[in-house]
């Protein structure tokens, strides 16, 4: 069972690590994660969603410090989740490091880093990914 | 499409049953619905269930069959099906078992909900509850159910002024609420300080803010209004079953303070039911949380967005106030077992709207709102009832 979820994670690899999304070649609109169809032009941008590398840049929509985690995160606890809009528009959620929760605010300018994001207890598997500090 | 009543409920008591499994409380809430219909086993033509994770909770699937079968209902070759709408799955059940008898198809079925969740240590079931969320770009980076509320509670503060303390005056109305209901898990009231104090779950909210981990079943019957003349239980009409959706993550929302599917699935129930807002005289909403209360209550249009921190704070929503909110405990302090919630909803309406809730009572309910939540609100629903 926990080497059929190693493949589930390590499928979605590219967009982890290197912020990959995609593009609507119909009318521009970012999306991350990527998307199969374009949620404004739907089947008319089947076929032209173009991979799209996002800069990692953007700032934070809102957050929390997080007490009680999910199996695989104890260690890391607490530790900081925060909403980020990216420059290019979509938002994500992800972990913030290499700051205390004085540092961060809704509205303060984070980048991406590529850092551990967990590890799974049964298999040993560690999985890597974005984080975001403060610029 | 026919008019279709509620005439038995059922609901065991809500909390750690660690000598009871998920198939006796099922039974035994469904049984309890049965008798007090007035019916035998024999007049039911269906049975639905709402169960979000007893794959994960207890490595069962199935539950329907599960539950016919013990019931002693299997020699009959009973139709049964369970739905999953993570912790909406009990309106989800409702809403399809109410669809059964509005189309005509069924005459009278039995629609439950159950979840056994005490059988894991805490953090597995902080995994499981979160795979309502977008497990591939939520939860794998470390997200809980309860971490994407408090996320929410913080933007709601920043755009509103919404204060801790006002959060904290949602976990002290219900569990006074829920000291006085017999079946609640909590029926003890807290202080506000406790509130406060309480160990941090995600900040700002703690673990009064939070529903609890819970074991426990509810059941209704629902007949068509024809069939319904004839029995002796209670009149209670449905006089809309309405959902909504939205996507499933957070992040990809118009609105990180509020839920769309809230707002759109309360237009088309009003509409269906021909009523208005002022015409709902109480409501049980889905407080997972102590912020999810505040937000519900301004996406489902009773006060304005931003408001409901103040309304709560005045007492609006408590007893005696304007609209009464969660006068059973609410998720917070009768309990959260997941698929169980949405039944219990409805069964807190249609004590009210029969003037069966003693203590708890709302002076002169004649129309009661339940909402019940999936997950962070990719799912909606709202029901209306009405004393028939
Ligand atoms: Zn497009």
Partial sequence: MSGLAGVRFWRETKSRYN???????????????????CTRCHRE?????????????????????????????????????????????????????????????????????FRKIGEEGKSGVIYYGYKFVPD | MRDVMVVGTGITPFGELWEHSLRDLGIRAGMEAIRDAGITSSDIDALFVGNMAAGRLIDQTHIGALIADFAGLAGRNLPTVTIEGADASGAAALHHAYLSVASGLHDCVVVGGAEKMTDLPDPEVTEITATALDQQWESFFGATLFSMYAMMARRHMHEFGTTREQLARVAVKNHRNGALNPAAQFRRPVRPESVLEA?????????????????????????????????????????????????????????????????????????????????????????????????????????????GGPATASGMTAPGGELPVNTSGGLKARGHPLGATGIAQIIELVLQLQGKAEERQVPEARVGLAHNVGGCGATAFVHILEVA
């Avoid at chain 1, 979509?90 to 300018?109: K, Y």
């Avoid at chain 2, 629902?222 to 309405?242: D, N, W």
């Fill in chain 1, 19 to 37: 912020l990959t999304g995609n593009r609507c070649g119909v009318c521009g609109t970012v999306f991350f994660p990527p998307r199969p169809v």
């Fill in chain 2, 199 to 307: 160990a941090e779950v995600a900040d700002p909210l703690g673990m009064l803010d939070c529903a609890p981990i819970s074991d426990g079943a509810a059941a209704v019957v629902l007949c068509s209004a024809e069939r319904a003349r004839r029995l002796p239980g209670p009149q209670v009409r449905i006089a809309a079953s309405a959902q909504a959706g939205d996507t499933l993550s957070l992040s990809s929302r118009r609105s990180l303070v509020g839920f769309d599917a809230t707002s759109v699935a309360m237009e088309r129930a009003l509409k269906l039911a021909g009523r208005s807002r002022k015409e709902v005289d109480f409501a049980e909403v889905h407080d997972v949380t102590t912020i999810s209360e505040i937000m519900a209550i301004e996406d489902l249009g009773f006060v304005k967005k931003g408001a």
């Fill in chain 1, 45 to 113: 941008s089947i076929g032209r969603m173009e991979e799209h590398k996002l800069k990692g840049t953007g700032e934070v929509l809102t957050w929390t410090f997080v007490h009680e985690p999910r199996p695989g995160f104890e260690i890391q606890v607490p530790y900081i989740l925060a909403m980020v809009r990216l420059d290019e528009g979509p938002a994500l959620l992800a972990q913030m490091v290499d700051c205390g929760p004085g540092e961060v605010r809704i509205g303060t300018r984070v980048h991406s880093v």
